[in-house]
T-cell receptor
């Protein structure tokens, strides 16, 4: 079966750095997405990786290793507004998105 | 209005009621999606419409009935639901469902409680 694994919850301190991991086993691979979802709000697109390596976008970076079935989202200079759930999703060979259950990130002052 | 909108935002219904969820996208996209989001579970894809034709139906019970009258509007008709159907129902849209780099844009969801 297809599976996306990510930690259920993480806690970090304002101003620090946090890395949220995502591992996947899917039938085929056509890209990996990270979304941010604040409580009671819509998921919003953060990043897309299809080739190995690091994609940097401001305070957020996303890394992919296709051979290891692994990605991470790196958040720097954490702010209180970064408290949210972070969803990892992989597009499989049928171009269907397979979703992880999300990682709830709690930022403490 | 911009992006993807959904109404109502909250809905409480009994198991014998009939209700409808509405989604509208203002992005000029060709594909629309219904997802179910339950606490601590992955998003479950329910239905996909591309150019107003249903292209995906992931073994969803018949008590959920989608309707896509045009590329901007999507409905989810609900009848004789069960308490386990209580969840957040998210609508999304994208330009092309078969594009590998396709980004889906989500609405804020309808929080449904079935009593």
């Amino acid at each position: 079966g297809q599976n996306i694994d990510q930690p259920t919850e993480m806690t970090a301190t304002e101003g620090a750095i946090v890395q949220i991991n995502c591992t996947y086993q899917t039938s085929g691979f056509n890209g990996l997405f990270w979304y941010q979802q604040h409580a009671g709000e819509a998921p919003t697109f953060l990043s897309y990786n299809v080739l190995d390596g690091l994609e940097e976008k401001g305070r957020f970076s996303s890394f992919l290793s296709r051979s290891k079935g692994y990605s991470y989202l790196l958040l720097k200079e954490l702010q209180m507004k970064d408290s949210a759930s972070y969803l990892c999703a992989v597009r499989d060979s049928n171009y269907q998105l397979i979703w992880g259950a999300g990682t709830k990130l709690i930022i403490k002052p | 209005e911009t992006g993807v909108t959904q109404t109502p935002r909250h809905l409480v219904m009994g198991m014998t009621n009939k209700k409808s969820l509405k989604c509208e996208q203002h992005l000029g996209h060709n594909a629309m999606y219904w997802y179910k989001q339950s606490a601590k579970k992955p998003l479950e894809l329910m239905f996909v419409y591309s150019l107003e034709e249903r292209v995906e139906n992931n073994s969803v019970p018949s008590r959920f009935s989608p309707e896509c009258p045009n590329s901007s509007h999507l409905f989810l008709h609900l009848h004789t639901l069960q308490p386990e159907d209580s969840a957040l129902y998210l609508c999304a849209s994208s330009q092309d469902p078969s594009g590998s780099q396709e980004t889906q844009y989500f609405g804020p969801g309808t929080r449904l409680l079935v009593l």
